[in-house]
Every structure is written in C-alpha cells, then in structure tokens.
C-alpha cells in the first residue's frame, strides 16, 4: 500500500494551500480516513476525516478554514487549507486503513511539511 501525499509548502499568513493524499497499490480496497499533523515538541493530532459517503469532521482550530474532500475514482483526498496561522505549521500525515481477511490495518503516508510564516 502506498499513500503519496503533496501539496505542501512555505506560505505566508492568510495563504492557502491544498495537500493530496493519493492511495495505491493493493487488491483490496484501500480508505483514506483523513489528515493528521505533528508540530514539533508535540503530539500527532486529528486535522480532519472523511468517510466513503462524504461526511466530514474538522478540529475545532481548523473549523471554517480547512476543507476535506474526496475523489472516489482517483481514491484519492484533499486537503484545502485557506486563512492559515503560524499555528498551523506541522508536518502534516495521511491516514488509511485496509481490511483483510476481518483484520483492519492502518497506514501512514511520509508526511509533508506545511510551513506558516508570520
């Protein structure tokens, strides 16, 4: 399974950027859960999810400024970040899981540097 994300960079404050997390490489079906960041010195946090119907949830720190959304025949997820803060700048991770066989396995992408200057 590989996840390959990009979109990430140095911006300014109030910019945007958009990461993708494109999701491959298995018979069986791979689900993209979401988007997570680690800021250094701190713990992995939850950025943003999206289900298989389109249903979302956000971090109450990204609420109205980040948008997640999927491509389904690209499997693919988005990640459009608008009005960001210094605060926001992490290293930022794609997360799926696969079922098979009744086992769920979880997997991480290599993550990408988002970086807000003030």
């Known amino acids: 399974v590989q996840l390959v994300e990009s979109g990430g960079g140095l911006v300014q404050a109030g910019g945007s950027l958009r990461l993708s997390c494109a999701a491959s490489?298995?018979?069986?079906?791979?689900?993209?859960r979401g988007w997570y960041r680690q800021a250094p010195g701190k713990q992995r946090e939850l950025v943003a999810t999206?289900?298989?119907?389109?249903?979302?949830t956000y971090a109450d720190s990204v609420k109205g400024r980040f948008t997640i959304s999927r491509d389904s025949a690209k499997n693919t997820v988005y990640l459009q970040m608008n009005s960001l803060k210094p605060e926001d700048t992490a290293v930022y991770y794609c997360n799926a899981f696969q079922i098979r066989f009744g086992t769920n396995y979880d997997y991480w992408g290599q993550g990408t540097q988002v970086t807000v200057s003030s």
């Open positions: 490489g298995s018979a069986f079906s791979i689900r993209i």
């Open positions: 999206i289900t298989s119907g389109g249903s979302s």
